[in-house]
């Protein structure tokens, strides 16, 4: 996985609280392949209108702010269904960091298992960083190793859990970690058969004919 | 370390302890998992199993389950879609090449994931369940850690039968007192959420307590803990009592005889200390609870069915009063007006919320000897469900009616199989999720309990279903 250290990019403003994993992509559009991409897909029915054309009011579409790489949004981002779709919808699109006062768990977590930083800032400083983006556009500077993101002068602290910090900075994967405690995995699969014998599902239940 | 272990354990640390593998100083667990389901979206994790060559480290513990693109009324896979039945076809071919046990269409126990579980006793109290799906939370309510997870997560587990993961906060919800006639789980889930917020319980792990809880039937308690993570939680969890143990026995996979004795025994010793520390509270009244209904985008924005659209410029902050207004505009509302004034256009029974045999009991007491004045779908949980149901004369009582009494999946809940609700139309529903185009792009969702949902079939309007059940309950 790609290491997240600093970024300088264009952040666009989602100024939406609860943009919901089924928004961010819709079930309709789960079906395909990671290898045909889904950015494409990205918030598809608040970007585009029934009949397909780009709504010209919904920031991503606005000239101003393309080629974004930040979301700043309003709070419980990515809330809903466990769908890691919604998570390569926004990385496919070249999304790399959401700010927002607060994330679905599930969600933030598939977010880091793909490189992608939640990072949580006060209400405060959240509505802040949407002012200051929909004031003026421009870059913004994401800091994960400082935990700081800034937009000119404007400069916020966020929080991200220290153990996802530490996984994006070294774009470390789990299994191979998993892997080197094969023994400790053993040892408690022996050690629980005696603990709890009836963890087991009954195994003379046959599949029917 | 985390846990207060100067102190009692509650329930969800017992459970949580019982499952570490490995815990390192900076907090995260390695935690073994006991039951791993899988359903039609698992191809993604299979994908990355693949790419690395590897093989699923333990298929007795992994069981799929056909049910998000199911299609509720076409059973055979020639006269389907094909993209549906590609995505059935994945999942044959995923859980065959690896020896896992399939719950497909043609199985007398398919259902929905969250309602197969239980009634196969594959979920059991005291166990480590993971699918991912956000709503398996629902195995909570035996006493289960349980929580959805992302593809990476699944394919972690099918690889390892292991996860890592960071120790929730505990949040207990004590609900205390008798419950009117006719108010259901849904009711108090839906009352929590309005309460505490649709991220109220974020990175918490829920304990639901009190005299309300222990006098649910388990059907309720799975309702209740189903909607756990629509309040943000990671999981949520009742204490396993006798009537969890009558649930269970002679459950096929359960343990059985003088096992499920010993077994009994074990689990009953989960429930928490009696000086177990949560890190937060929050106490309901029981008997203040009315039928709720959702009037916006979001579970949270939940009122009893008495009261009026709420209106923005009275919210707390600009944030709060933003989403009203854009919920009110999708939702085509206006502030004041009263709830039961909003005419539906649809109506759904079923889901891995509600579609359980006492959920469907509740809608057939309101429509009994009654018709709906819109059209609707009924979807039994599970093939188990719907053989139940016609067996109490249920289906009769549908689709005498005028709803459609058709097979069981996730269906109209996530319209993956083609269950939608057209552009613009309003449906009464028993599910879990009003996001806009959750039911299909433009669909309008009002969430409630079934009896509330069969009360909107009945009048064409969002309805105070305690007048039609008297006299009935």
Same mark, same amino acid.
């Given at each position: 996985?790609?290491?997240?250290?600093?970024?300088?990019?264009?952040?666009?403003?989602?100024?939406?609280?609860?943009?919901?994993?089924?928004?961010?992509?819709?079930?309709?559009?789960?079906?395909?392949?990671?290898?045909?991409?889904?950015?494409?897909?990205?918030?598809?029915?608040?970007?585009?209108?029934?009949?397909?054309?780009?709504?010209?009011?919904?920031?991503?579409?606005?000239?101003?702010?393309?080629?974004?790489?930040? =979301?700043?949004?309003?709070?419980?981002?990515?809330?809903?269904? *466990?769908?890691? $779709? #919604?998570?390569? /919808?926004? %990385?496919?699109?070249?999304?790399?960091?959401?700010?927002?006062?607060?994330?679905?768990?599930?969600?933030?977590?598939?977010?880091?298992?793909?490189?992608?930083?939640?990072?949580?800032?006060?209400?405060?400083?959240?509505?802040?960083?949407?002012?200051?983006?929909?004031?003026?556009?421009?870059?913004?500077?994401?800091?994960?190793?400082?935990?700081?993101?800034?937009?000119?002068?404007?400069?916020?602290?966020?929080?991200?859990?220290?153990?996802?910090?530490?996984?994006? =900075?070294?774009?470390?994967?789990?299994?191979?970690?998993?892997? *080197?405690?094969? $023994? #400790?995995?053993? /040892?408690? %699969?022996?050690?629980?058969?005696?603990?709890?014998?009836?963890?087991?599902?009954?195994?003379?239940?046959?599949?029917?004919? | 370390?985390?846990?207060?272990?100067?102190?009692?354990?509650?329930?969800?640390?017992?459970?949580?302890?019982?499952?570490?593998?490995?815990?390192?100083?900076?907090?995260?667990?390695?935690?073994?998992?006991?039951?791993?389901?899988?359903?039609?979206?698992?191809?993604?994790?299979?994908?990355?199993?693949?790419?690395?060559?590897?093989?699923?480290?333990?298929?007795?513990?992994?069981?799929?389950?056909?049910?998000?693109?199911?299609?509720?009324?076409?059973?055979?896979?020639?006269?389907?879609?094909?993209?549906?039945?590609?995505?059935?076809?994945?999942?044959?071919?995923?859980?065959?090449?690896?020896?896992?046990?399939?719950?497909?269409?043609?199985?007398?126990?398919?259902?929905?994931?969250?309602?197969?579980?239980?009634?196969?006793?594959?979920?059991?109290?005291?166990?480590?369940?993971?699918?991912?799906?956000?709503?398996?939370?629902?195995?909570?309510?035996?006493?289960?850690?349980?929580?959805?997870?992302?593809?990476?997560?699944?394919?972690?587990?099918?690889?390892?039968?292991?996860?890592?993961?960071?120790?929730?906060?505990?949040?207990?919800?004590?609900?205390?007192?008798?419950?009117?006639?006719?108010?259901?789980?849904?009711?108090?889930?839906?009352?929590?959420?309005?309460?505490?917020?649709?991220?109220?319980?974020?990175?918490?792990?829920?304990?639901?307590?009190?005299?309300?809880?222990?006098?649910?039937?388990?059907?309720?308690?799975?309702?209740?803990?189903?909607?756990?993570?629509?309040?943000?939680?990671?999981?949520?969890?009742?204490?396993?009592?006798?009537?969890?143990?009558?649930?269970?026995?002679?459950?096929?996979?359960?343990?059985?005889?003088?096992?499920?004795?010993?077994?009994?025994?074990?689990?009953?010793?989960?429930?928490?200390?009696?000086?177990?520390?949560?890190?937060?509270?929050?106490?309901?009244?029981?008997?203040?609870?009315?039928?709720?209904?959702?009037?916006?985008?979001?579970?949270?924005?939940?009122?009893?069915?008495?009261?009026?659209?709420?209106?923005?410029?009275?919210?707390?902050?600009?944030?709060?009063?933003?989403?009203?207004?854009?919920?009110?505009?999708?939702?085509?509302?206006?502030?004041?007006?009263?709830?039961?004034?909003?005419?539906?256009?649809?109506?759904?029974?079923?889901?891995?919320?509600?579609?359980?045999?006492?959920?469907?009991?509740?809608?057939?007491?309101?429509?009994?000897?009654?018709?709906?004045?819109?059209?609707?779908?009924?979807?039994?949980?599970?093939?188990?469900?719907?053989?139940?149901?016609?067996?109490?004369?249920?289906?009769?009582?549908?689709?005498?009616?005028?709803?459609?009494?058709?097979?069981?999946?996730?269906?109209?809940?996530?319209?993956?199989?083609?269950?939608?609700?057209?552009?613009?139309?309003?449906?009464?529903?028993?599910?879990?999720?009003?996001?806009?185009?959750?039911?299909?792009?433009?669909?309008?969702?009002?969430?409630?309990?079934?009896?509330?949902?069969?009360?909107?079939?009945?009048?064409?309007?969002?309805?105070?279903?305690?007048?039609?059940?008297?006299?009935?309950?």
């Amino acid at each position: 996985m790609r290491p997240f250290t600093q970024l300088q990019a264009v952040g666009c403003p989602l100024s939406l609280s609860g943009v919901d994993t089924d928004q961010i992509i819709p079930a309709r559009f789960m079906k395909r392949s990671r290898a045909e991409g889904y950015g494409g897909y990205l918030l598809h029915d608040l970007r585009f209108d029934a009949g397909g054309a780009a709504r010209a009011d919904f920031p991503l579409n606005a000239p101003t702010y393309q080629g974004a790489q930040v =979301l700043v949004a309003r709070r419980n981002f990515g809330s809903g269904s *466990s769908r890691e $779709a #919604a998570v390569y /919808a926004l %990385v496919d699109y070249g999304i790399r960091c959401v700010v927002a006062p607060s994330f679905g768990d599930i969600f933030a977590s598939n977010a880091v298992n793909n490189g992608l930083l939640p990072a949580t800032v006060s209400e405060p400083d959240g509505e802040a960083l949407l002012a200051a983006l929909e004031a003026q556009a421009g870059p913004m500077q994401v800091d994960l190793e400082a935990c700081r993101v800034r937009i000119g002068a404007l400069d916020v602290a966020f929080a991200v859990d220290p153990v996802w910090r530490t996984k994006l =900075l070294n774009g470390w994967d789990d299994i191979d970690l998993t892997t *080197s405690h094969a $023994a #400790a995995i053993a /040892a408690f %699969v022996a050690g629980d058969r005696a603990r709890r014998p009836w963890a087991l599902p009954r195994t003379t239940v046959g599949k029917p004919d | 370390m985390a846990t207060g272990n100067a102190t009692g354990r509650t329930l969800f640390d017992k459970v949580w302890d019982a499952h570490e593998v490995v815990r390192r100083e900076d907090g995260q667990s390695l935690l073994w998992i006991d039951r791993h389901f899988l359903h039609e979206g698992s191809f993604h994790a299979f994908d990355k199993v693949a790419a690395r060559g590897a093989e699923v480290a333990r298929p007795d513990l992994t069981f799929g389950v056909e049910d998000h693109y199911v299609p509720t009324r076409v059973r055979v896979l020639e006269r389907m879609d094909p993209a549906i039945r590609r995505m059935m076809e994945q999942l044959r071919a995923n859980t065959d090449r690896h020896h896992v046990r399939l719950f497909g269409i043609d199985d007398p126990a398919q259902g929905i994931v969250h309602v197969v579980g239980p009634e196969q006793g594959l979920t059991l109290p005291g166990l480590c369940i993971v699918c991912g799906d956000s709503h398996t939370a629902t195995h909570g309510a035996f006493g289960a850690l349980a929580f959805g997870i992302g593809a990476s997560e699944v394919a972690h587990v099918l690889m390892t039968q292991t996860l890592w993961q960071s120790r929730p906060k505990r949040l207990r919800v004590r609900v205390e007192g008798a419950l009117a006639p006719g108010i259901a789980a849904k009711d108090i889930a839906l009352s929590i959420i309005a309460r505490i917020g649709a991220d109220g319980a974020a990175g918490h792990a829920i304990e639901y307590a009190g005299s309300t809880i222990r006098g649910l039937s388990m059907e309720g308690r799975l309702t209740l803990c189903n909607l756990s993570i629509e309040a943000g939680g990671r999981c949520g969890m009742v204490a396993p009592d006798e009537t969890t143990l009558a649930y269970l026995r002679g459950r096929p996979f359960a343990p059985a005889g003088a096992d499920f004795e010993r077994a009994a025994e074990a689990w009953l010793g989960l429930a928490g200390d009696m000086d177990a520390v949560f890190d937060r509270e929050v106490v309901l009244d029981g008997s203040e609870i009315a039928p709720i209904v959702t009037w916006g985008t979001s579970p949270e924005d939940a009122l009893p069915i008495t009261m009026a659209v709420p209106d923005p410029d009275a919210a707390d902050d600009a944030g709060r009063a933003a989403h009203i207004r854009d919920a009110l505009a999708y939702m085509d509302l206006r502030p004041g007006q009263k709830l039961s004034d909003i005419r539906v256009d649809r109506v759904f029974i079923g889901s891995c919320t509600n579609s359980r045999i006492e959920d469907l009991r509740a809608a057939a007491a309101v429509l009994a000897g009654r018709s709906a004045q819109v059209p609707g779908l009924v979807s039994p949980g599970s093939a188990q469900v719907k053989q139940q149901a016609e067996a109490e004369g249920l289906d009769v009582v549908f689709t005498s009616a005028g709803l459609e009494w058709v097979d069981a999946g996730c269906s109209m809940c996530v319209g993956m199989n083609g269950d939608l609700v057209p552009p613009g139309e309003r449906c009464a529903s028993t599910t879990n999720r009003n996001f806009k185009g959750r039911q299909g792009p433009g669909s309008r969702t009002h969430l409630m309990s079934p009896a509330m949902v069969a009360a909107a079939a009945v009048t064409g309007h969002l309805t105070d279903m305690r007048p039609l059940l008297a006299g009935r309950v």
